[in-house]
Nanobody, 115 residues
Framework: QVQLVESGGGLVQPGGSLRLSCAAS????????MGWYRQAPGKERDLVAT???????TYDDSVKGRFTISRDNAKNTVYLQMNSLKPEDTAVYFC?????????WGQGTQVTVSS
């Protein structure tokens, strides 16, 4: 059974930082491309960042220079370090694991940026 469990969300002031984690089980983690997506109320789920099995990363323009995605294959975990947070970063953040035709999602973790 595949499980992706996100953690690390919460309430933070503008300009603050959070680190999200996603622990995976039930998959050969090292071969999967891992990604973080986010969904704000009333909006579609959008891609934030991805990291391939070779640790090649991509970012949405809105988070470049502020967010960093990384992975630890020994711990089957992917991270999203979020710095200089803005109110528009408020959303539910979802972890995704993808390989060929397989895609799995976590349950999401809420990030709220507000003073």
């Amino acid at each position: 059974q595949v499980q992706l469990v996100e953690s690390g969300g919460g309430l933070v002031q503008p300009g603050g930082s959070l680190r999200l984690s996603c622990a995976a089980s039930g998959i050969i983690f090292s071969i999967y491309t891992m990604g973080w997506y986010r969904q704000a109320p009333g909006k579609e789920r959008d891609l934030v960042a991805t990291i391939t099995s070779h640790s090649t990363t991509t970012y949405d323009d809105s988070v470049k220079g502020r967010f960093t995605i990384s992975r630890d294959n020994a711990k089957n975990t992917v991270y999203l370090q979020m710095n200089s947070l803005k109110p528009e970063d408020t959303a539910v953040y979802f972890c995704n694991a993808g390989w060929v035709g397989d895609h799995y999602w976590g349950q999401g973790t809420q990030v709220t940026v507000s003073s």
